[in-house]
């Protein structure tokens, strides 16, 4: 079992890096943090397409490596 969670666990974070890296860069440099900061409080900028879906992966794919991470923790402790 604890080598399945660690299998599962390596093919979560390979497509957590893989997701977050063929996303887009938001902004760039500090005006960019300012301003592209403002404007996705206000909701000038709606994510669509694949901006959305890669948005949506990566937050799947982070949640799954955080609990798989936390489930071969506590296999490795309890034997």
Avoid: C, P, W
Avoid at 54 to 74: E, K, N, P, W
């Amino acid at each position: 079992m604890e080598v399945l969670f660690k299998i599962l666990l390596v093919i979560a974070s390979i497509g957590l890096i893989t997701a977050v890296l063929l996303q887009k860069g938001k902004s760039a440099g500090l005006a960019g943090a300012i301003s592209g900061g403002a404007e996705h409080l206000f909701g000038k900028q709606k994510a669509r397409g694949l901006d959305l879906l890669l948005s949506r992966v990566t937050t799947g794919f982070a949640i799954a490596f955080i609990l798989l991470a936390v489930l071969v923790a506590y296999a490795v402790n309890k034997l």
